[in-house]
T-cell receptor
Framework: EPEVTQTPSHQVTQMGQEVILRCVPI?????FYWYRQILGQKVEFLVS????????KSEIFDDQFSVERPDGSNFTLKIRSTKLEDSAMYFC?????????????FGPGTRLLVL | RKEVEQDPGPFNVPEGATVAFNCTYS??????FFWYRQDCRKEPKLLMS???SGNEDGRFTAQLNRASQYISLLIRDSKLSDSATYLC????????????FGSGTKLNVKP
C-alpha cells in the first residue's frame, strides 16, 4: 500500500538554526500539506500546496516558514531561525481528488526539538 | 469559538462494550467530515469519512447531523486495539484542503 514517508524521524537543533523537513508524498497525489502538533495539543494546519504553489496557509505559517517541491517526488518544509516554540511533531500529508470527499494521508512525522 | 470541539475523555470501557463519541463544529457551511484515529506519538490515520446519510464500516458507525452541527462515532464490541485518540476532522466550503482537527477523544479499552 502506498504511503507518505518523512525524514528525518527526529531532529534536534539549536535555537536560531535552520531546519529542512523532508517528505515524499504518495506518487499519484496532487495536493500536499504540512501540519504540526505541539505535544499534548491538537493537530494544526500549516500550509497546502498544489500545482507548485501555496494554495492556502494558516496564520502560523509566517515568513519563518517556506515550502518547496524541488523535484518530482520530494516536498520540503524549511523553518528559518528556529524558536523554542517550534518544537513539535510535523506531519506531511497528501491527497488526490476523490469524489469531493478528499481524504488526506499522513506521514509518520518528524519530531523537532529546538534547544 | 473553536472550529471543532470534542470531549477529551478519557473514556474507559471494558472489552466488548459499545462506546460513542460526539464532535461539534461551529461553521454551518462545513462540507466534509472525517474520523481519524491517532495512537500515542504516531500520525493520524483515517478511520472513516462521514457521509450525510450516515455510514458503517464493520464495528464502526458514523453519523452526521447538519441541523445540530455534530458528528458521531459509534464503536461496537470494543477491542483492546481500539484504544487510541479519536480525532474529528472538518473542512469548510470552498476550502476543502484545510483540515480542522478537534483535540481528540481518548479511548481506553480494558480487558
Amino acid at each position: 500500500e502506498p504511503e507518505v514517508t518523512q525524514t528525518p524521524s527526529h531532529q534536534v537543533t539549536q535555537m536560531g538554526q535552520e531546519v529542512i523537513l523532508r517528505c515524499v508524498p504518495i506518487s499519484n497525489h496532487l495536493y500536499f500539506y504540512w501540519y504540526r502538533q505541539i505535544l499534548g495539543q491538537k493537530v494544526e494546519f500549516l500550509v497546502s500546496f498544489y500545482n507548485n504553489e501555496i494554495s492556502e496557509k494558516s496564520e502560523i505559517f509566517d515568513d519563518q516558514f517556506s515550502v518547496e517541491r524541488p523535484d518530482g517526488s520530494n516536498f520540503t518544509l524549511k523553518i528559518r531561525s528556529t524558536k523554542l516554540e517550534d518544537s513539535a511533531m510535523y506531519f506531511c500529508a497528501s491527497s488526490d481528488i476523490a469524489g469531493g470527499q478528499e481524504t488526506q494521508y499522513f506521514g509518520p512525522g518528524t519530531r523537532l526539538l529546538v534547544l | 469559538r473553536k472550529e471543532v470541539e470534542q470531549d477529551p475523555g478519557p473514556f474507559n470501557v471494558p472489552e466488548g462494550a459499545t462506546v460513542a463519541f460526539n464532535c461539534t463544529y461551529s461553521n454551518s457551511a462545513s462540507q466534509s467530515f472525517f474520523w481519524y484515529r491517532q495512537d500515542c506519538r504516531k500520525e493520524p490515520k483515517l478511520l472513516m469519512s462521514v457521509y450525510s446519510s450516515g455510514n458503517e464500516d464493520g464495528r464502526f458507525t458514523a453519523q452526521l447531523n447538519r441541523a445540530s452541527q455534530y458528528i458521531s462515532l459509534l464503536i461496537r464490541d470494543s477491542k483492546l486495539s481500539d484504544s487510541a485518540t479519536y480525532l474529528c476532522v472538518v473542512t469548510n466550503s470552498g476550502n476543502f484542503n484545510k483540515f480542522y482537527f478537534g483535540s481528540g477523544t481518548k479511548l481506553n479499552v480494558k480487558p
